[in-house]
């Protein structure tokens, strides 16, 4: 039977080892979770991975950011 106040918490969950709050201070300074799909958290076996991988994406996206900055026309120029 579930939890009246919460029908999520079953009853054979046990908190009793837990500790109250133990990461309320790194959550309150700011988090970032991302949810990966199964499909993509497959190609990854660590987190190290995964930001790696996103690191050099953010790169390639800012050469290539530069590189259309750098050949736009300027204005009043027609093409």
């Known amino acids: 039977m ?3 106040n919460d029908p999520d ?4 969950y046990d908190f009793s080892g ?3 709050g133990k ?3 790194r959550y309150s300074e700011g988090t970032n979770l991302v949810c990966l799909d199964e499909d993509v958290a497959a190609m990854f076996s660590t987190s190290e991975e995964v930001n790696s991988a996103l ?3 953010g790169e ?3 050469h290539h950011e530069s ?3 750098a050949k736009a ?3 009043g120029q027609g093409l």
């Open 18 to 20: 837990g500790i109250r």
């Open 9 to 12: 918490m079953l009853d054979n």
């Open 55 to 57: 690191r050099s994406l």
């Open 60 to 62: 390639i996206i800012r």
């Open 67 to 69: 590189i259309g900055q």
């Open 2 to 4: 579930a939890n009246q």
């Open 23 to 25: 990461y309320a201070k």
């Open 73 to 75: 026309p300027q204005a």
